[in-house]
Nanobody, 114 residues
């Protein structure tokens, strides 16, 4: 299984970015798909996760600013991020879970800076 993350970049505080995770197999074959992030010197943390039933959970720090969704036609899971803050700067990783394995994408850098 391959997960290809895209959409990162440099954005000013208050700006928006949309990340996309393309999977090499049907996204409904996973129990959960989501996004995590890791800032320099910090542990990887959950940003948002979408289960196979369509339910979503968000990190408290991101609630109200991010939306996770599926694009069935493109077989992707997307993360729309708004009102970005400098503390959102991190490498963002796509994740897909099955009962027996965790799959990770290569990460995409998000930098929020003026």
């Amino acid at each position: 299984v391959q997960l290809q993350a895209s959409g990162g970049g440099l954005v000013q505080p208050g700006g928006s970015l949309k990340l996309s995770c393309a999977a090499s197999r049907n996204i409904f074959s996973f129990n959960d798909m989501g996004w995590y992030r890791q800032a320099p010197g910090k542990q990887r943390e959950l940003v948002a996760v979408l289960n196979s039933g369509g339910g979503a959970n968000y990190a408290d720090s991101m609630k109200g600013r991010v939306t996770i969704s599926r694009n069935i036609a493109k077989n992707t899971v997307n993360l729309q991020m708004n009102s970005l803050k400098p503390e959102d700067t991190a490498v963002y990783y796509c994740n897909a879970k099955t009962p027996s394995f965790d799959y990770w994408g290569q990460g995409t850098q998000v930098t929020v800076s003026s």
